[in-house]
């Protein structure tokens, strides 16, 4: 990206035919100015960061979307390199120049390191290609860098549907967050710099959001995604405006949230429930929907599911009181125009409601401004 290097990966599975591009969870995309290039005969390095700890001749690399953030105190580093010809090996720094710098080199593939932190902050990993004499090469592509990877953080997903995935966000101002970590729009960005401002730690947010989606689609994927983000903590789920529109009964809705639930907690990370906002333009679905919320209460309220301490945030109550919003005299000052879906303010809304009830849990401070 505007001549930056952002991905590298190496897959030996293919050898030939014919390249594919593909496009998903966007509201539209396209593709222009596509170009095959042979391999130069100059050595290429890619660093990635390896989200599980294993093998890491049998990993892919990093997974999620955006940049790292692990829980743990452990980093793994992976190099792939184009064409390994006359290199001794690949040499691994984090925080090259700083008082805390540290590196490793391999000599051979697969080319990987390990690095072992204490105190949360951000880091800068980079890889240098070496030659035979274990010196630099001075080429411009024998050298690659990840500025932005932690460890020791809090690495939260959002699953859901076109809200997660932050539709109608009418404020293009908070569509960043402060670190530059997470992006688009919603409530993701947002509640990264609430969380981050008020835990002094490195903090992720990714969108999983699925436009259109309904709990039964969250429900058979939950598998794909956990494998995508095997970083994550703890993962922000809330359904209801799609099941209303499709007529899901209040125990089918229950039954894929509980579906949900189990897969979450049986890969031993944390799940947060949320009661979905109301249809503004449709009493009846409304009415479904609130059934779903009432089903919210009876899975938290659960034991066996291991809601300890937590309560989940009424998005409901909130955005149906026009105290909360701008204008005392409206009920949908914070949603968008359809009535469905939330606006820039509501997202802000949104995000504000999440860090509230997320205090506690995960590490995260109990004494935590939410403004």
């Keep these: 990206m505007d001549g930056e290097k952002i991905m590298a990966v190496e897959d030996d599975t293919f050898n030939g035919e014919r390249i594919a591009l593909f496009c998903a969870r966007n509201e ?111 080429d411009a592509e024998a050298a690659d860098e990840l ?9 939260l997903v959002g699953l859901r549907d076109d809200i997660t995935a932050g539709l109608r966000d009418d404020n293009p101002g908070d569509d960043i967050s402060l670190d530059g970590r997470n992006t688009g729009g919603g409530y993701q960005s947002v509640l990264n710099d609430l969380l981050t401002a008020g835990n002094l730690k490195p903090v992720t947010v990714l969108d999983e959001g699925n436009s259109g989606e309904t709990s039964f689609g969250g429900a058979a994927r939950i598998e794909q995604v956990l494998a995508r983000t095997p970083a994550a903590q703890g993962y922000l789920v809330f359904y209801g405006v799609n099941d209303a529109i499709a007529g899901v009964t209040k125990d089918a809705f229950k039954t894929n949230m509980q579906q949900i639930i189990t897969a979450v907690r049986d ?25 779903y919320n009432a089903a919210i209460v009876e899975l938290v309220n659960n034991q066996a599911n291991g809601f300890v301490g937590y309560a989940p945030p009424d998005f409901h109550a909130y955005f149906s009181d026009p105290l909360n919003g701008p204008d005392p005299s409206s009920v949908n000052d914070l949603m968008a125009a359809d009535n469905l879906h939330p ?23 109990i004494d935590m401004a939410c403004p």
């Excluded at 390191?113 to 204490?118: I, R």
């Excluded at 500025?147 to 690495?155: E, F, Q, R, S, Y």
């Excluded at 606006?343 to 401070?365: D, F, H, P, V």
Aim: charged letters at 20%.
């Design 28 to 138: 539209s995309c396209s593709f222009d100015n596509v170009i095959i290039l042979d391999p130069p005969s100059k050595p290429i390095v890619g660093v990635n960061i390896v989200d599980e700890d294993l093998n890491i001749a049998d990993s892919t690399g990093h997974k999620a979307g955006e940049y790292f953030v692990s829980g743990g105190g452990t980093l793994d580093v992976s190099g792939v390199v184009t064409n390994d010809t006359d290199i001794g090996g690949i040499e691994f720094v984090v925080d090259e120049g700083s008082a805390g710098e540290m590196s490793e080199t391999a000599i051979a593939a697969p080319y990987s390191a390990q690095f072992n932190f204490s105190p949360a902050g951000n880091h800068d990993v980079r890889a240098w290609l070496l030659d035979g004499a274990l010196q630099r090469l001075p």
């Design 147 to 155: 500025p932005l990877v932690d460890v020791n953080g809090i690495h």
């Design 267 to 291: 890969a031993g990370k944390a799940i947060f429930l949320a009661k979905a906002p109301p249809d503004l333009i449709d009493s009846v679905r409304d009415a479904r929907i609130e059934e």
């Design 343 to 365: 606006n820039g303010e509501g997202y802000r809304s949104m995000a504000r409601l999440w860090c509230l009830e997320l205090k506690g849990q995960l590490g995260i401070r």
